[in-house]
């Protein structure tokens, strides 16, 4: 057909041979007689040129050299790489991409790792102050930061479960509760098997006090003295109020009764002590509680003796049945109160214990026997056998105005008049005697005998001295009821210019009825000489040394060998400040409260420790030993957490990457958004990574050259093998959106409809 130059005007359309072009309005088909669409296009299409379109959608696969989207978005079908200037939508099946300030990193390990660039890095927060932070901050909320310089600020409780590990060297702030192996110095310590050198007025719950020697106790005070115990008693009581109610319930003995092995098997418990010993205090009501259910075999009654010879009724009363609710046995203590009683169940023996009434009337059925003195205004009633001491403050008459028998009177006789025509002899002779005494005495002279004036006194070889004795079991023995003593000096009166040695006591709180005192009633040093190399040594016994002080003023308590000023052997309690340029040694046991100055040596602590501030100047190790790091947890490399002087951290890693932030050998998983330069706008935002800050390793034209993202580089068989991470046994297919880079085909690839599809 010959070119002609003219235009055509179809009104109805135009139809090419059969359906290869047809022209329906202003629909144009090709390959179809029913275009859907302006061109509509049933094959293939070829286009030399520019083609342009609002919109393009494919529903196959289409295959481009390359793609551009405006002068936003270019797909290079060379390089793989997808540039745009922002990437928005859901991103959670992507993997593999860099955020923030993170960059990815192969040291040539075998698998790359990514760190963060520069800048802080949050967890559950959108500012943090610190280098690394998790939560708030914690100079003034709720959270836990670590800054470039590896130190660690928690704004609640630091726990680690296998304990802290290594020296730690600084000031302590705060409570340190749990067990440290070595505490210096404390103003507080609230529970310490062994406290070393407290200072200020710490609070200190003690469970025992076993003192070997002297123990000065200014102030012992507690609201609950029914558990803890004092070494020889099975319980202490404090006064109470007008009415004190004490629990009674009924057990099984245990070694802790007084008559386990005797009598019942069960035993009465007092407020949950084993049949203590009780001390009670006259003008006061003491109210035992037998309502709980384990009484109601076993009445509790008050007897003069533990054999339950004679019940004690006085005073008491009796409320309810015996395991009843409301039931009680109530007893008022006065001044007729026996001393002792005893607290006893009346259907079995020996289930209780005694009861010390502070009382000083004397009410028994029974015999008693006096070891003091026993005073009366008048004695009524018979005297049967023996009298021993002295009668004063009133008469001794008979009806019969006689004594028939022998008069023997072994203390102080006062006769008006006394004439004896023959030999009086005595064995004991009392009062002045004038006049010459012929012949030898023999016997004890109580009193100013006589007035020696010779220059000496002597006493044959082989002869005791007795003063207050008859009987001397040394050279020289002195014996008396109550004190005994021996004064050497220059003032005539005790007490003044003079050395007194003193048994019997009366000198202090601690001079009691078997104390031995050693006084200098002068103004005088009191002084100790030694002339040769050996020790002053303290004993208890003769086979036991309790303390030493060496000729060369080594002070050993515990040991006779000090070798240095103060040794002790044993536990130190320092009830006020302990001061020294050092303390060496090992600390055992838990101490709560406040540590003041620095601890150098290892806590081991196994259960909570807080901490307000803790200055570390080498490492931290948890479970572990620092190893050269800041800080090292957990013995585990799997589950390790290591931070270098840098301030490089590693989680469940021990090999931290040198350009790294952090490394990390599990998932990262982030709850917020991720920003690369600057402060993210979306989940993940990468636009202003040409512009990211340099760091320490990286160099400011560096970051410029690495301002680019990169999928994943996988071969069409790995690509196959990919599977859901999601579930970990692998049963789920890669989802769709997934993107990597097929290195078998150099081609940029999404997951599509369930298929893999080239970007190019």
């Given amino acids: ?22 022209v329906k309005g202003n629909r144009v088909g090709v390959g179809t007689t029913s275009p859907d669409e302006s061109l509509d296009v049933r094959g293939n299409a070829k286009v030399i040129g520019i083609v342009t379109a609002n919109n393009l959608q494919i529903s196959g696969v289409g295959t481009f050299g390359g793609i551009k989207v405006g002068t936003g978005i270019t797909l290079d079908a060379t390089s793989g790489v997808i540039s745009a200037t922002k990437f928005k939508g859901d991103g959670s099946t992507l993997s593999n991409l860099p955020t923030s300030q993170w960059q990815d990193i192969d040291v040539g390990l075998g698998f790359t790792s990514i760190y963060n660039a520069g800048g802080n890095v949050g967890i559950a927060t ?50 340190l509760t ?65 009415t004190t109610t004490l629990v009674v319930t009924v057990a099984a003995k245990t070694s802790a009764h007084r008559y386990n092995g005797q009598g019942s098997s069960n035993g009465y418990l007092i407020d949950g002590v084993s049949a203590p010993f009780i001390t009670v205090t006259p003008g006061r009501t003491y109210r035992f509680d037998v309502s709980d259910g384990t009484n ?16 004690y009724t006085t005073g008491v009363t009796i409320n309810g049945v015996q395991g009843a609710s409301g039931s009680y046995v109530e007893i008022v ?14 259907s079995h023996a020996l289930m209780g214990n005694g009861i010390q009434t502070n009382s000083n009337i004397l009410d028994t059925e029974h015999d008693s026997t006096v070891r003091g003195t026993l005073t009366a205004t008048t004695f009524s009633g018979n005297l049967t056998g023996n009298v021993t001491g002295n009668q004063s403050g009133g008469s001794i008459s008979a009806t019969s105005g006689t004594f028939s028998g022998d008069i023997d009177v072994d203390g102080h006789a006062e006769l008006d008049a006394l004439n004896v025509a023959g030999v009086v002899t005595a064995t004991e002779f009392r009062g002045n005697i004038a006049g010459p005494v012929v012949g030898n005495v023999t016997g004890n002279i109580s009193g100013v005998a006589a007035t020696f004036t010779a220059s000496s006194i002597g006493i044959s070889t082989g002869v005791s001295l007795g003063i207050g004795t008859a009987t001397a079991n040394s050279n020289i023995q002195i014996v008396s009821s109550t004190a005994s003593s021996i004064t050497i000096g220059k003032g005539g009166a005790v007490g003044v210019s003079n050395l007194q040695l003193r048994y019997g006591g009366g000198a ?28 002053f040594v303290w004993h208890k016994g003769n086979a036991n040394p309790l303390m030493a002080l060496t000729d060369s003023g080594n002070l050993g308590i515990g040991i006779t060998n000090p070798t240095d000023k103060l040794k002790v052997q ?27 100055g620095n601890i150098a040596g290892d806590v081991n602590n196994t259960g909570f420790s807080t901490f307000r501030q803790v200055e570390v100047t080498q490492g931290i190790g948890i479970g572990i030993t620092s190893s050269g790091k800041v800080f090292s947890a957990n013995p585990s490399v799997s589950q390790r957490i290591v931070m270098e002087t840098n301030g490089n951290t590693g989680i469940h890693t021990s090999v931290v990457e040198p350009l790294a932030s952090i490394t990390t050998r599990q998932d990262i998983i982030n709850f917020g958004a991720l920003g690369v330069g600057a402060t993210a706008r979306c989940a993940a935002d990468f636009h202003n990574a040409v512009n990211a800050p340099t760091f320490a390793g990286r160099s400011s034209s560096v970051v410029p050259t690495i301002a680019y993202m990169m999928p994943p580089q996988v071969t069409t068989a790995q690509r196959n093998a990919l599977k859901d991470g999601y579930f970990s046994d692998g049963s789920v297919n890669v989802p769709n959106g997934a993107l990597i880079f097929n290195t078998t085909t150099n081609k940029l690839q999404f997951r599509v409809g369930g298929a893999w599809v080239d970007l190019h």
């Avoid at 203590?333 to 009346?346: E, G």
């Avoid at 002068?522 to 002339?531: A, P």
């Avoid at 006020?576 to 409260?593: E, I, P, R």
């Fill in 570 to 596: 044993g536990d130190l309690n320092v009830t006020g400040v302990a001061t020294a340029t050092t303390f060496k040694g090992a600390f055992s046991g838990d101490l709560q409260g406040n540590v003041i």
């Fill in 333 to 346: 203590i006065s001044d007729t109160t026996p001393t002792v009683l005893h607290y006893a169940c009346s």
């Fill in 126 to 175: 959108t500012d943090p102050r610190n280098t690394f932070q998790v939560g708030g901050d914690p100079n003034s909320g709720s959270g836990v930061g670590f800054n470039s310089t590896g130190n660690l600020k928690a704004s609640g409780i630091v726990t680690a479960v296998s304990g802290f590990v290594g020296d730690l060297t600084g000031n302590v702030t705060g409570n």
């Fill in 1 to 22: 057909m010959p070119n002609i130059r003219k235009t055509f005007n179809f009104r109805d359309g135009v139809q090419v041979d059969d359906e290869v072009l047809v």
């Fill in 508 to 535: 202090s709180t601690f001079s009691g009825d078997n104390a031995l005192d050693l006084i200098n009633n002068g103004d005088g040093n009191f002084n100790y000489f030694l002339t040769g190399t050996n020790s």
């Fill in 178 to 242: 749990g067990t440290a192996s070595n505490a210096t110095l404390a103003a507080s310590a609230t529970v310490a098997t062994n406290a070393q050198g407290l200072t200020g007025t710490p609070d200190i719950t003690v469970r025992n006090i076993d003192s070997t020697g002297i123990s000065t106790l200014p102030t012992l005070s507690s609201t609950d003295f029914s558990t803890p115990t004092l070494k020889g008693y099975s319980t202490l009581r404090a006064i109470h109020g007008t």
């Fill in 296 to 311: 109601a075999l076993h009445p509790l009654r008050f007897y003069y003796d533990a054999a339950k010879t004679t019940q």
